[in-house]
């Protein structure tokens, strides 16, 4: 009986190497073709800027338009476009590169954790000279590292404090708070208002950093300090902190902030049962979508002692990698991709803005977005170009939430993650 | 020529068993070699190999600040969803090995959350738990056992101290189908003759179950339990859907743990995964030890 199973073993065995070996040269056998009849294809990977993968304006319909349109031109460069939402990109993407199969073209929300590896294509060698000069200067810089650009700005966002008029009103609450004392009392009275959430915190693993960052910059605080060295548990930071554990202490925030998600906590906000969150302009379709749709305003974050003249610059980037080798026909798409339609189409549809001074120039005149734009020329922005923020980040996405119990404990840890992680 | 093929002769179970050989030690002991040996390497967040590391890896992930209590509620959290599950399946096995009206439908219905995708049942119950729109928690409120929706107390997954008992309590509802139903087959390989035996002798029922309906149920017992001991502890979608582990690591396994420094440190993520696998061998030898296996099932 043993023998027996034993020798179908070896049988399935012996089968599934046969399998592979003939496999392998039909992969090898259709490389040499593709090569020689000079057709590349080049396969990139697209974070989802869509509200949800079925939506009109999902990031795979988005891109299969850019794609065909580009292919029509250029017969000779297939694209292979994968979307991936945000909450898997970057683990998906890692494993991509963990495997040796890292795409060709990445478009995701960093670049610097590539650039250490050597994986990634210069910036001279991937994009023309004139559209890198029609790039803002803020934002290509902050694609450099030592002096050298690997990362493209692709779309930038900036924040605001989104606030439900409706819920404002019934509070008796006049205007937007300025200040942080000013949220504190709007809070109070929506609270007794009777709304459950007077002021959304995702301090979660999607986008806790983003947030926490947004209440430094209320503070003065921020993640590094002038000098460059990392300043996590600043006094400014931990005065933040502190000044949220008491909203939280107070039940004036989402419930257990460290465990909700952005997306979670503008959905509540879009069903009217959140006062106020700070947003950026691609929240809008999302509260578009639900009870609120025309009854929120937006105005600049509030700060300890006024409205934020800064904002949260979150600039996505695209970049390619180096491993097969395709300069030319990645240069040729991006500055199809820079020089077309293509951003006031993703502007259009998913309310981020343009990070070229062409496309600023082209969207002067929209009304709705003129709170962001005004606030892009003096936006704050990540510790990206330093090599350990992604990990940094990580921690802080796991652990930042635990602050509003003990500030200074957890920003601590934090700081000492990032001075000898 | 005589000794050679004696030779060849006794090389000849070799090219029977060689592939099964082969295979295993390809499937199985390849990558268990590999990932001890990444444990000791430096390797950057996008897996490139940077060299040696010697143990800084494992120096740093017994330095994590979270590290002890992650492996303690690692314990605690095999140990509560595989009791539980051997208790409610040991019950249940009883009462569907009863004739009773329905019980081919009552049968099937067990199933259910076996069949269910386990990522999928613990998204449910993430949403049930919703603090704004979750269903249990509107229960509650209707009950009265709950003031408003929104606030934290209708949060349960927030904090670890509620968010551990649902977590439990999920892990044991997708683990009590697989172990009832083993369960059921061991009840039905029990002759009838002995419990007729022990009737005519006057025995009590309690007296039936304990001495003789449990220790016959003993080798199925033993590996359904074995087999949930292992899977419990490998188990990532149920926490990971429903608390990602938060807040902070407090509802974290060491599973859960290794995925995320897999993203940080992909080398202390591997000392990690070398931790957690030592442990399981250890928590299956002592299971072993403790249930007898050699005696039992052998």
Known sequence: MRTRIAGALGLAAVLALAGCG?????????????????????????????????????????????????????????????????????????????????????????????????????VDEILSPNVQQDLLTKFADFGKVDGVAYGI????????????????????????????????????????????????????QEEAQGESFLWFLGAGGGYKDASGKWAINSPQNIEAFTFMKGLVDAGLTTPNPGTKDRKTVWEDFAAGKVGMVNGGPMSIPIFDEGSVKDKYGVAPIAGKTGALDTTLGVMDWIMAFNKN?????????????????????????????????????????DEKLKPFLDGLPNASFYPFTDPKWPAVQDTIKQTIGGAVEDPAKVLGELQKTAETG | MRHRSRGLRALEPLAWVGPAIVLIALVVLWPVVEMIRSSFLKISKFGVVQGGNGTANYDRLFAEPDFASIMGRTLIWVVAVVG?????????????????????????????????????????????????????????????????????????????????????????????????????????????????AARMDGAS???????????????????????????????????????????????????????????????????????????????????????RWRSEVA
Do not use: C
Not at chain 1, 344 to 357: F, R
Not at chain 2, 92 to 105: E, H
Not at chain 2, 141 to 149: K, N, P, S, T
């Open chain 1, 22 to 122: 003939s496999s392998g040269t039909g992969e090898g056998g259709g490389q040499n073709a593709s090569s020689g009849g000079g057709a590349v294809t080049l396969k990139m990977v697209a974070a989802d800027y869509g509200s949800d993968p079925n939506a009109e304006n999902a990031g795979a319909k988005f891109w299969k338009g850019i794609v065909d349109e580009f292919q029509a031109a250029n017969p000779n460069i297939k694209i292979d476009v994968q979307v991936i939402n945000w909450n898997d990109i970057d683990k998906q993407v890692a494993t991509m590169v963990q495997n040796g199969q890292p795409p060709d073209i990445l478009q995701t929300g960093g670049y610097s954790g590539f650039v250490q590896d050597g994986l990634l294509h210069k």
């Open chain 1, 153 to 204: 700005p692709f779309v930038s966002s900036a924040r605001g404090l989104f606030y439900n008029k409706e819920l404002f009103d019934k509070a008796g609450i006049a205007e937007p708070p300025k200040t942080w004392d000013e949220l504190k009392a709007a809070a109070e009275k929506l609270k007794k208002s009777g709304v459950s959430q007077p002021f959304g915190l995702p301090l979660g």
């Open chain 1, 325 to 365: 080798n395709h300069p030319a026909e990645i240069k040729k798409f991006f500055d199809f991709f820079y020089t077309g339609n293509a951003v006031q189409k993703i502007v259009d549809n998913y309310k981020l803005l343009p990070v070229t001074k062409g496309g600023i120039e082209k969207l002067s005149g």
């Open chain 2, 84 to 196: 539980l599950t051997v208790i409610i399946s040991l019950a249940l096995a009883q009462l569907f090995n009863q004739r009773f009206p329905g019980r081919k439908i009552a049968r099937w219905a067990l199933i259910a959350p076996w069949a269910a995708s386990v990522l999928m049942t613990a998204i449910i119950f993430r949403w049930m738990l919703d603090p704004e729109v979750g269903v249990i928690n509107m229960i509650r409120r209707d009950l009265g056992f709950l003031d408003a929706l929104g606030g934290a107390s209708a949060d349960p997954l927030g904090q670890s101290a509620t968010a551990m008992p649902w977590l439990i309590f999920v892990a044991v509802f997708v683990s009590v189908p697989f172990t009832t139903y083993a369960l059921i087959a061991g009840l039905s390989t029990i002759p009838g003759d002995i419990y007729e």
């Open chain 2, 205 to 291: 029922k309690m007296r039936i179950y304990w001495a003789i309906t449990f220790p016959l149920l003993r080798p199925a017992l033993t590996v359904a339990a074995l087999i949930n001991v292992m899977n419990v502890f490998n188990n990532f979608p149920i926490i990971w859907a429903m608390t990602r582990g938060q807040p902070g690591y407090s509802t974290s396994t060491s599973t859960i743990f290794m995925y995320i420094l897999k993203n940080r440190d992909i080398g202390e993520s591997a000392a990690m995964s070398v931790v957690n696998f030592g442990m399981v061998i250890i928590l299956t030898v002592v299971f072993l030890k403790v249930t």
